[in-house]
């Protein structure tokens, strides 16, 4: 009996582990949420203490004539307020860097480096881009600790992280559902959002690029109406009309399409609002029974898909041809086979979307090794 009782445990933990790798799968990872807090620090350029302004220029070996005259340049810096009554008396200013100078913003970078050189993390686990500080964690807990000591390390040294304007998302790339919670800066809750704009992209919770697009169009629209005394006067040549349309609306309108994994629908609304420009560029509208073909030759003005998918192989190529220890690689988001999915259609990575664009074009990938091939065999000539 007891024989019997020991086998029928066996079987069912064999039982147990044979169901667990048919649908888990051996060894497999689940995919896991990531947790971003976006630090905003209150007017970083006007709180850097002077005496922290030197030490960082030594540590990095300039020469002694630059740092005297970096000195000489803040050296008994005086201004005064205009008002509607006159100006005020001189007073004299200790502390910040100079505004709209082209060298403060390299002061900046050097201070916020060394200041924050033992708590940066590993990209892209952590990224400074002057001011603009991202953290990143798998876990709420995590991203918490990290910001906590942030503050520790950074407002004793003259800097503060602000309260309001600090703001945090998690990204729900897990397969399992989590408790939402806050997260707490100085005891004070930090903001949630379910986007955000970082470095002029829109970064979503759910990792589309819905958002990102429609950023980019309203983008170009703006600069569209701020052209338009120029773009809808018929004195104006429509060959001039069509290189001005390529030299400013375009690129804002595909600024930072370059990391874009495209579907059909975000490659439908960048078409739609093209052709609508360009309609209006010529004085036509849909009833003037014109085709696109012939608006595109009128203008000089090729597809903003094929621009689209030029501007990503472009980029691919100056990805392609770094070392592979460049960090630029560990910013590409790869699809591991050792990942359990969730149900459903996976997203479009960047990668994917390159082989698309690869195969739709006929070129092969090891040709982004000879930068002039490749400059050639992805360039999309104006009609």
Wanted: proline content about 4%; aromatic content about 8%.
């Amino acid at each position: 009996m007891d024989q019997l009782l020991v086998k029928g445990q066996d079987i069912k933990q064999r039982l147990k582990r044979y169901f667990d790798n048919l649908f888990n799968g051996h060894g497999y990872k689940e995919q896991k949420d990531l947790h971003m807090v976006f630090i905003n620090l209150e007017k970083a350029y006007d709180k850097i203490p002077r005496n922290r302004m030197w030490w960082p220029l030594d540590k990095h070996k300039v020469p002694r004539k630059y740092v005297t005259l970096i000195k000489d340049m803040y050296d008994k810096v005086v201004t005064s307020i205009r008002t509607t009554d006159g100006d005020t008396n001189v007073f004299p200013i200790n502390i910040g860097l100079h505004q709209g100078s082209t060298l403060s913003p390299y002061l900046f970078a050097l201070v916020i480096n060394e200041v924050t050189r033992d708590i940066q993390g590993d990209i892209p686990w952590c990224m400074l881009f002057a001011d603009d500080v991202v953290l990143v964690d798998e876990s709420r807990e995590g991203v918490n600790r990290k910001l906590e000591l942030w503050r520790q390390t950074l407002e004793p040294k003259g800097f503060r992280i602000s309260r309001t304007k600090t703001d945090y998302m998690r990204c729900d790339f897990g397969t399992t559902i989590s408790e939402d919670g806050d997260v707490c800066l100085g005891g004070q809750v930090v903001p949630k959002k379910d986007t955000f704009r970082y470095l002029g992209s829109m970064l979503q919770r759910d990792g589309d690029i819905d958002e990102d697009v429609s950023h980019r169009i309203k983008a170009g629209w703006m600069k569209w109406r701020q052209t338009s005394g120029v773009l809808c006067d018929k004195r104006v040549p429509q060959k001039l009309k069509g290189k001005f349309y390529r030299t400013a609306i375009r690129p804002a309108m595909l600024y930072g399409a370059e990391c874009w994994p495209t579907k059909r629908r975000h490659i439908q609304q960048l078409s739609v609002t093209k052709m609508r420009m360009l309609r209006w560029i010529c004085g036509h509208t849909r009833l003037d029974r014109v085709t696109n073909d012939d608006i595109h030759d009128r203008l000089g003005v090729a597809s903003i898909e094929e621009k689209l998918i030029q501007h990503r192989l472009r980029w691919f190529g100056h990805v392609h041809r770094r070392p592979p220890e460049a960090l630029v690689h560990r910013g590409i988001i790869r699809r591991d086979n050792n990942v359990k999915r969730g149900r459903g259609r996976p997203n479009l990575t960047w990668e994917e979307a390159i082989k698309r664009g690869l195969k739709e074009w006929n070129i092969p990938m090891e040709l982004c090794l000879d930068r002039s091939a490749w400059k050639e065999a992805i360039h999309v000539p104006e009609p």
